[in-house]
DNA sequence: TCGTCCGCG
């Protein structure tokens, strides 16, 4: 064990040292309940219980009279009568999400189109929509309804649609002017996800469209942020409506100091905390990554066996935990006994864990954000936002009155910029500019609340060109290759790959490539089981690179009869390669729909290579001839230098080759190529021959 | 020799 804690847990004086320690977190009372509205605001997100309450129909009836929203349903239903478009502001627990859209239906405000309600995540459209169905005593896909990937639960006579709101966007991409709806619910708007910010253009410019024609669409923005400012301002000055929430009181405490080591803070805190609260009392911590967990895990575990207090339970979450070993989280523990929940960001929106009443929260974030220069993405942990910290501060509320232990000072906290960047301002734009194009808009003037720089813009719009999606980036219109493009929901690289596979005569290898690629990893390596890990991984390694490795494993995936229990034994996430499954059956899907023909490559997997070139290209790194500093021994197409990533199965192959294809540049502590193939040099001249030539005259 | 936040179609 490694860790730079354990010493403190194994000798009891040394356990003194630890409490007197000059570092220790000291926890004041700087802003008790100053101003408890505050304390509330920025809660939201879904209770994921609410699928499994089972009541009767009379309960139901009587706990919908309860929500805060009913007592003002009258001016609500009248104000949207009065308005096309109006913002509704409700904290947690005000029923805005589940009610407002069944006063719209009971009145029979839809007309005879329908109501959308667009989530920014799966789970939350199809939860929502079953508690809806639950409350009106309809059976879902009848006038309640949801419509996610790979799960449309709608018939014709559905009126009120739960949806993700990537599932609007490409409903937008078949009609922009969206006629199948008369309202639109725009839920979630504080999150600021891209698509959110892409339809707030689309419905701004349906709504406008459809007034001319006659046509009315009414618009609901619902937010859970009181700084309605920025979304009243682009909404040009509409309507405002705040609703009450119905949380409890969370009392916030600040250090005094600064923390120079939140690490080392969070777990001198725990303790602290441990000895002097009850024990039925759960904390939930908040941590940036899979690896931070595990160490403070371990930490937790070593001290504990030397402490005094109750039995300590940890649990750790985030997204890349199999489901399993998710779930509990939500499992009861023994009376008497402590839960210690160290989470990612999952638990800020994405989940809700019930009878919290601690939160440690350490006030920053792994941030993701992208580099348009060098196409590198770059991972770093960040301070969050006030916002972000109201919301993780909220968890601690949900079912009773709790605290929120801030690990920095009070003037720190106001130091912070009020809410994240959106992250329109931080991704490649590659994907949402295609659909933008092919939804008909004009990426120059489409209404954005925050646009993203123009730099930004071109450098996607020039990948766009180079892909054959569009004519020019200076007038970007739509060709044919983009708008076949279009009809895969998948990054426009990748879309690329599947339409050249024919020529190569590697469909089904690419499908399947593709699907995995655009699932999330499905390698699970915990920190201490590394070594077993790896070794197991040999069976599936192809010298040719990581992708043919990828295929490999997703056609044994494919094979195994016990599926879950074949990926327990190879240290692989069931989750994901599932999921590349479900995304390899829609491709698939949609290729038979475009009459393209399924053929394998076999042995050949050059040709496999060759193509994922077409879409990838680029993507390619070069051998540097001569060693320099220690910036990495490839140079990418930007002049950019970075190294095999250590998790590759070409890192430190010997000879190193030449040349190579990468799925991605990672910035972490050095620049990692991610993901990568070994390829000949010359390949590139002859898949993308403009874009070689190019490239030559830029190195 | 690395340590992959969260999501969507």
Redesign the pocket.
Request: hydrophobic content about 40%.
């Given at each position: 064990m490694d860790s730079k804690y354990a010493s403190y847990g194994k000798a009891k004086d040394k356990r003194n040292n630890f409490d007197t320690k000059a570092k220790r977190v000291k926890l004041s009372i700087d802003n008790k309940n100053n101003n408890p509205q505050k304390e509330n605001k920025h809660v939201n997100g879904l209770d994921t219980e609410i699928s499994h309450y089972k009541e009767n129909p009379d309960d139901i009836k009587e706990m919908r009279k309860l929500l805060p929203v009913y007592a003002v349903r009258h001016r609500i239903l009248e104000e949207i009568r009065k308005h096309d478009t109006m913002i509704i502001v409700g904290e947690t627990g005000s029923g805005k999400t589940t009610q407002i859209p069944q006063i719209l239906h009971e009145h029979r405000l839809e007309d005879t189109a329908a109501i959308a309600v667009t989530q920014?995540?799966?789970?939350?459209?199809i939860t929502l929509a079953l508690r809806v169905a639950t409350e009106m005593s309809a059976d879902i896909g009848s006038f309640v309804g949801y419509?996610?990937?790979?799960e449309d639960v709608t018939s014709p006579k559905t009126k009120v649609i739960y949806?993700?709101?990537?599932?609007l966007?490409?409903e937008a991409i078949m009609d922009p002017l969206l006629m199948k709806y008369s309202i639109i619910v725009l839920d979630e708007a504080h999150e600021r996800?891209?698509?959110t910010d892409v339809l707030f253009g689309i419905v701004k410019l349906a709504q406008k469209e459809r007034k001319l024609r006659g046509s009315k669409l009414k618009v609901i923005v619902m937010s859970a942020t009181m700084d309605v400012d920025t979304f009243r301002n682009y909404f040009d000055n509409c309507a405002v409506i705040y609703l009450e929430g119905r949380t409890y009181p969370v009392t916030i405490y600040h250090t005094k100091l600064k923390q120079e080591d939140y690490q080392y803070a969070v777990v001198c805190a725990i303790f602290q905390l441990h000895a002097s609260t009850p024990a039925d009392h759960d904390f939930l911590v908040f941590l940036?990554?899979?690896?931070?967990i595990e160490t403070v895990m371990a930490n937790i575990k070593q001290i504990a066996k030397e402490s005094p207090g109750p039995q300590i339970r940890v649990c750790p979450?985030?997204?890349?935990?199999p489901a399993n070993k998710q779930l509990v989280v939500w499992k009861p523990i023994p009376p008497g006994m402590r839960k210690i929940v160290l989470a990612?960001?999952?638990a800020e929106a994405?989940?809700t864990i019930p009878k919290i009443k601690c939160v440690i929260d350490t006030g920053v974030?792994?941030?993701?954000s992208w580099c348009r220069v060098t196409g590198a993405?770059r991972?770093h942990v960040v301070p969050c936002s006030q916002a972000a910290c109201w919301q993780r501060a909220g968890r601690a509320g949900r079912t009773a009155p709790g605290a929120a232990y801030r690990l920095y000072t009070a003037a720190d906290f106001a130091a912070r910029p009020q809410h994240n960047t959106p992250?329109i301002l931080r991704?490649p734009l590659a994907?949402t500019l295609l659909?933008l194009i092919a939804t008909g808009m004009d990426p120059g003037t489409f209404p954005l609340i925050d646009a993203p720089s123009p730099d930004s813009v071109q450098a996607s719009l020039i990948l766009l060109k180079e892909l054959g999606a569009i004519e020019n980036e200076n007038n970007p219109k739509l060709k044919a290759l983009g708008k076949k493009m279009t009809a895969?929901?998948?990054?426009?690289k990748y879309?690329r790959v599947i339409i050249s596979a024919p020529e190569y005569g590697c469909l089904d290898e690419a499908l399947s490539l593709v699907a995995v690629m655009?699932s999330?990893?499905i390698?699970h390596?915990p920190?201490h089981k590394?070594e077993e890990a790896?070794k197991v991984k040999q069976k599936f390694v192809s010298p040719l690179g990581d992708h043919v490795t990828l295929l490999n494993v997703f056609k044994a995936f494919c094979k195994a009869p016990l599926k879950k229990q074949w990926c327990k034994e190879n240290y692989l996430n069931h989750r994901n390669l599932s999921y590349a499954s479900d995304i390899r059956a829609q491709l698939f899907a949609i290729c038979q729909r475009l009459n393209m023909e399924v053929t394998s490559c076999g042995t050949d997997l050059d040709q496999l290579l060759k193509c994922l070139l077409s879409g990838l290209f680029t993507n390619c790194a070069w051998a540097r001839g001569i060693v320099t500093s220690g910036t990495g021994r490839y140079v990418t197409a930007s002049g950019s230098g970075a190294?095999i990533?250590?998790?590759s199965v070409l890192?430190?192959k010997r000879p190193p080759p030449p040349a190579l294809l990468y799925t991605e540049l990672?910035q972490?502590?050095?620049a990692?190529l991610?993901?990568v193939s070994a390829i000949q040099p010359h390949w590139l001249h002859q898949v993308a021959p403009d874009y070689a030539r190019r490239c030559r005259a830029n190195r």
């Open positions: 920014p995540r799966r789970v939350a459209a419509c996610v990937r790979f949806l993700t709101d990537g599932m966007l490409r996800t891209v698509n940036t990554g899979q690896e931070e979450l985030y997204a890349g935990l990612t960001n999952i994405s989940v974030v792994k941030e993701r993405e991972l992250e991704c994907a659909m895969f929901p998948i990054d426009p879309s655009s999330e990893n390698f390596t920190l590394r790896l190294s990533h250590p998790a890192h430190l990672l972490t502590k050095r990692y991610v993901t």
